[in-house]
C-alpha cells in the first residue's frame, strides 16, 4: 500500500525555442551592422511538461484513484494529504484527445501512466525503503483540461498519507521516515486477532504486522487462544526477528491474526504480528 526525481524530457520544439531565446538577445553582424536576433514564439505544445508540479508540490487530494480530477495545489505549511514524488512526459502527441475514465483502462496514455508510481515509490519518497508497512500510498495525477489543450502530457506520482484513503499528512512527507514523525507513517492493528483496522502506529493498537504470514496448511484446526495460536506463530519468528532488525523484546510476542472460524475454515489467513505479552494496547512503533 518510488521517485525517481524530476523528469526533464524536452521535446525537440522546446530545445529549439530555447535556442531560439538565446539567439534573440544576441547580435549579428552583416559587413559592419549590427541588427537585432528575431522573436522568439512559443506557441502551444513546445513544452510538455507545461505546468507539471515540481517535485515536492504539495496538495489536497480528497480521493485516490481519479486522476482526472486533479487535486488543488496548497501551501505545504497548510493541512495537505499529498505530496509530488514523481513526473514524467507521456509521449502523447499534440492532437491527443484529453483521456476519458475509459481511456485510463485501455492503456491510451501508455506505459508512463502505468509505470510512474512503483510499489516502491513511497518508501522512496518517504525516505527509507527497507519500510513496507507504511500508513501511505500513491495515486496517479494528470493535467486539467486547459493544461492538457495547452500542451501539457505530463502524469505525475503523488504519494499520500492515509492506509486505504487520502488523510491529513502530520507535516512534510518527503524524508519523514528519518524524523520524529516516523511512526504516523507505520501501520498497526487496533481491534484484535479475529478483527482489525489499520492505523497509524501513534495511534492505540494491540498490534504491529512484522511483515508475514505464518504457514497453515489447508484443513488446520481454529485457534482459540494465543496457546494454540503460539504454535502457529513459531513460522513467524524469522519475519519478526528481520522486521526489527534483532531479537524480539522482551514484554513482546509473537502472535497471529486469525479472522473468524468460518473464515478460518475458508481459508486460513495468519498475518505475523507483535503483541504485548500483557494484551495491553499501545502507540509507538516497535522498531528501533
Given amino acids: 500500500m518510488g521517485h525517481d526525481g524530476p523528469v526533464t524530457r524536452l521535446r525537440t520544439g522546446t530545445l529549439l525555442a530555447g535556442l531560439v531565446l538565446v539567439l534573440a538577445g544576441c547580435t549579428s553582424t552583416v559587413e559592419g551592422t549590427a541588427s537585432p536576433g528575431a522573436a522568439a514564439v512559443v506557441t502551444p505544445g513546445d513544452d510538455p511538461l507545461f505546468e507539471a508540479p515540481a517535485i515536492g508540490t504539495c496538495h ?70 527497507s519500510l513496507y508497512q507504511l500508513y501511505a500510498s500513491y495515486a496517479q495525477v494528470l493535467p486539467t483540461q486547459e493544461q492538457w489543450a ?9 504519494v499520500y498519507y492515509g492506509y486505504s484513503s487520502p488523510e491529513v499528512a502530520p507535516g512534510r512527507m518527503a524524508g519523514a521516515l528519518a524524523g520524529p514523525d516516523r511512526d504516523a507513517y507505520l501501520y498497526c492493528l487496533s481491534g484484535d486477532v479475529v478483527s482489525q483496522e489499520t492505523v497509524p502506529c501513534t495511534e492505540p493498537h494491540f498490534a504491529e504486522p512484522s511483515g508475514g504470514t505464518a504457514d497453515v496448511a489447508e484443513g488446520s484446526p481454529y485457534p482459540t487462544d494465543q496457546a494454540a495460536r503460539a504454535v502457529y506463530a513459531q513460522s513467524c519468528q524469522s519475519s519478526a526477528v528481520q522486521y526489527l532488525g534483532g531479537p524480539v ?40
Fill in 60 to 129: 489536497d487530494l480528497e480521493v485516490a484513484y481519479l486522476p482526472l480530477e486533479p487535486p488543488a495545489v496548497v501551501d505545504c505549511d497548510e493541512d495537505h494529504t499529498s505530496e509530488t514524488a514523481v513526473v514524467v512526459d507521456t509521449g502523447l502527441p499534440l492532437d491527443a484527445a484529453y483521456p476519458t475514465v475509459d481511456d485510463l483502462d485501455d492503456d491510451y496514455l501508455g506505459a508512463a501512466y502505468d509505470d510512474v508510481c512503483r510499489y516502491d515509490t513511497p518508501q522512496e519518497y518517504l525516505g527509507d525503503e
Fill in 249 to 288: 523484546p522482551a514484554g513482546v510476542l509473537v502472535d497471529i491474526t486469525t479472522d473468524d472460524q468460518e473464515g478460518w475454515e475458508g481459508y486460513p489467513y495468519a498475518e505475523c504480528i507483535l503483541v504485548p505479552a500483557d494484551g495491553s494496547e499501545t502507540t509507538g512503533s516497535l522498531l528501533p
Fill in 150 to 158: 495547452a500542451g501539457a502530457r505530463w502524469v505525475a506520482c503523488d
